[in-house]
């Protein structure tokens, strides 16, 4: 039986989130988007259907990623078919005030115009939960402090193609301790020619070497930071 022949409206709820797993993995775009209407019209919340559905669906694709199963074409593909889902559910979620995992302000720094993999590093948050900023590419450090101000993130992170452009990541760094607010965020650095020295010699929390590793490390500081609060 082909996809073509799959009636999404003649499968129970399990069935359906399972077929949204497949469907994501395959990056269609219009299966995912009529899966979350059928489900909305079902009556589920919407945040159910992002965290049951669209968040466990990609973390799925996230790990074949990880494993080398996926490559960086497929993983587009499937984060293109959880934006598709995500735009049905992105107003409703505002509406129910949904709790986000967190929030995160990325770009690709100054000089830099690459950004397949900050890109792909935005799709995959937003497919893991987190709200994300991303303000492009080329970024001043004052870009970068003007989009902490305003969206007040965990997160920030930082992306460099170039070994030209890898030293600003620094520059940006320094102006947070400059401003005594470095500890307010996580700052996570990525891009093809970094690595965990790099990052620790800039004073990055850490290197994040691909879109599934940024996720998975996002998720742990973010759940720590959650932790030591509730301590307090």
């Not at 620790?200 to 850490?206: C, K, L, S, V, W």
């Amino acid at each position: 039986m082909s996809e073509d022949d799959i009636d999404l409206r003649a499968l129970d709820d399990e069935e359906l989130v399972e077929q949204m797993y497949d469907d994501l993995y395959d990056g269609l775009k219009e299966e995912i988007e009529e899966g979350v209407n059928i489900l909305l019209e079902r009556g589920w919340a919407p945040y159910d259907i992002l965290t049951r559905a669209l968040v466990e669906g990609m973390r799925i694709v996230g790990v074949d990623f990880r494993d080398g199963i996926l490559f960086v074409p497929e993983v587009l593909r499937s984060a293109n078919a959880m934006k598709a889902g995500m735009t049905i559910l992105r107003p409703l979620l505002a509406e129910t005030g949904a709790p986000k995992v967190g929030k995160m302000v990325i770009g690709t720094v100054k000089g830099d115009i690459h950004d397949i993999g900050k890109n792909l590093v935005s799709m995959m948050m937003e497919g893991a939960g987190f709200e994300v900023i991303d303000i492009g590419i080329n970024n001043p450090v004052e870009n970068y402090l003007e989009a902490i101000e305003e969206h007040k993130p965990d997160i920030l992170g930082m992306s460099a193609l170039l070994t030209t452009t890898m030293p600003y990541m620094k520059v940006v760094i320094d102006a947070l301790i400059e401003k005594g607010i470095r500890d307010d965020y996580v700052v996570l650095v990525g891009g093809a020619p970094l690595n965990e020295e790099f990052s620790q010699a800039i004073g990055a929390d850490a290197y994040c070497r691909d879109a599934a590793v940024a996720v998975e490390t996002a998720k742990d500081f973010v759940a720590r930071r959650h932790n030591v609060r509730a301590m307090a």
